[in-house]
């Protein structure tokens, strides 16, 4: 059984100090598939003290420097993308044609940073002053098992834009995929030390980097506890802080809409990337005289639902990522039980024909009101929710009635309507008639899904500090 204990810091792959073993089990068959040797608080220091020598020699070279840095980048690991597809099925168990699309992600993030960089301005001129933009410092960017490339490199890409070397702290649970995507990017050639990465547990690594005295900038992707304990922490050195946390984003689906069109976009939303996905659409809000039609248009586009082996390219949903995330999928699904929804698909338990691995039955609640837990915490499962709602102003107050903001849907015919909900919405992000991705517009939520935003030209810019000189 492979076990993994690297990790890497001034330029070179290291034994963890840390002993600490953490077993790691194959989502699809349970069976045990990697040990992980987990990094401890010393490998956390040797980490940020790589990054801070680095620091003063990356955050001064030239921008046409750092543009062949990420091109390097893109190129290393769009090399491996057959390898890192084939991890995130094996670790994850991401269906092959999602878990291909992310590898390419990755590749994408680095290859626009390059881009948005050779046009981006460090210094302008405001008034009597010349504003400049420089390197903050040092980054830690701490990181889910969710959607680890995407994440790892999009942060990454914006830190060096911007000239700041980042120590990386993935998930435990990610520990095979981001061996491999370390070796992408240490293939790339990176100067010793802009690059490290350490894996190891949230309250041990992850606390050793946050309330290091070097580090000066954080960005962190997961939970809303955590990512408010990790606020709370930076307060003592006033370190700069990025979350991007959960969400319980809302569908709305509009009265004109096709019911059966928005059924199937409906079950996309909210069961994409194994339906563990911060941004799923998990509130299905639907006009009260419609709600039997829609329930009976959501049940049709089930059918369509394949749940199995990521390895096949029919299936649309892989298992959960471990017996944790099972096992707090069913009780969520007790929980709506309990509160009185209806159960329209699903339940408790495994879909039927699988009798091992992670795999939850894909679940739709009805008779929903938006008080019950189902309705106001994230599972992170494949649970959705159909809300009846009475008229427009009453959709949008269901829709903003919750702790986050990360992300909303709106499906329906009349577009200029459907942009009116939208500009309502207290989210960070709003698709209308689409699941498309724009990797280059600020993602970030508002209220409890987080502070700040990153992406494209915003990920640069969140790691700058500016400083205005005025005078000769
Ligand atoms: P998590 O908060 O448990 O862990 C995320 C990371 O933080 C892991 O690397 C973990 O080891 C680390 N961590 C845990 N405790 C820590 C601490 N005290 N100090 C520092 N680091 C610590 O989240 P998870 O279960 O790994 O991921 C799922 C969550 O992530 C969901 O809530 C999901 O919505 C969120 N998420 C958000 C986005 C986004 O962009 N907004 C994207 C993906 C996932």
Not at 75 to 86: C, F, I, K, N, W
Not at 300 to 316: E, F, I, W, Y
Not at 409 to 426: E, F, H, P, Q, T
Not at 444 to 456: I, L, T
Request: aromatic share 6%; proline share 5%.
């Amino acid at each position: 059984m492979d076990k993994l204990d690297q990790m890497y810091t001034d330029g070179a792959f290291q034994q963890t100090h840390g002993r600490e073993e953490l077993q790691l089990f194959d989502p699809v068959t349970e069976e045990a598939s990697a040990i992980v040797v987990l990094a401890d608080e010393r490998d956390a220091k040797t980490a940020v003290e790589s990054a801070s020598r680095a620091f003063p020699t990356f955050s001064q070279t030239t921008r046409k420097q750092r543009i062949d840095l990420l091109h390097a980048l893109s190129a290393a690991v769009e090399a491996r993308a057959d390898e890192l597809t084939e991890a995130t099925i094996a670790e994850y168990g991401g269906p092959v044609e999602q878990a291909r699309w992310r590898a390419g992600l990755a590749a994408s993030n680095f290859r626009d940073a390059a881009r948005l960089l050779d046009e981006f301005a460090f210094t302008r001129r405001v008034g009597e002053a010349e504003v400049v933009a420089q390197a903050v410092g040092v980054a830690v960017h701490i990181v889910p098992w969710n959607s680890l490339y995407n994440a790892i490199s999009v942060k990454m890409a914006g830190a060096l834009a911007a000239g700041c070397p980042v120590v990386v702290k993935p998930s435990e649970y990610s520990a095979r995929q981001s061996q491999l995507f370390t070796e992408c990017l240490h293939a790339a050639g990176p100067p010793a030390g802009v690059i490290n990465v350490v894996t190891g547990l949230g309250n041990v690594v992850g606390e050793a980097l946050t309330s290091h005295p070097d580090v000066r900038k954080i960005s962190f992707t997961g939970s809303t506890a955590v990512g408010k304990s990790i606020l709370r922490g930076a307060v003592p050195r006033l370190q700069r802080v990025t979350l991007e946390l959960g969400g319980k984003s809302p569908t709305i689906v509009m009265d004109d809409a096709d019911l059966r069109d928005a059924a199937t976009s409906a079950l996309s939303f909210g069961l994409l990337n194994n339906a563990q996905s911060c941004i799923a659409g998990t509130r299905i809000l639907v006009p009260r005289p419609k709600v039997e039609a829609f329930c009976q248009a959501i049940q049709n586009a089930m059918r369509d639902v394949v749940v199995g082996d990521p390895r096949s390219p029919l299936t649309t949903l892989g298992p959960l990522v471990n017996r944790r995330q099972f096992d707090r999928v069913q009780t969520y699904i007790q929980k709506g039980i309990a509160e009185g929804a209806r159960l329209l698909v699903g339940g408790e338990g495994r879909p039927d024909g699988l009798n091992r691995g992670f795999f939850a039955k894909p679940t739709i609640f009805t008779d929903v009101s938006n008080d019950m837990v189902i309705a106001r915490e994230e599972i992170f499962g494949p649970v959705l929710c159909i809300i009846a709602y009475d008229d427009e102003d009453h959709a949008v107050t269901l829709a903003n009635d919750t702790p986050y903001g990360l992300h909303a849907y709106v499906i329906g015919k009349d577009k200029i309507r459907a942009r009116r909900v939208a500009s309502r919405l207290d989210a960070g992000r709003v698709a209308i008639n689409t699941l498309r991705h724009e990797p280059i517009a600020p993602f970030g939520g508002f209220k409890e899904s987080g502070v700040g935003r990153e992406y494209g030209l915003y990920g640069i810019e969140d790691h700058l500090e500016l400083k205005a000189v005025i005078g000769a």
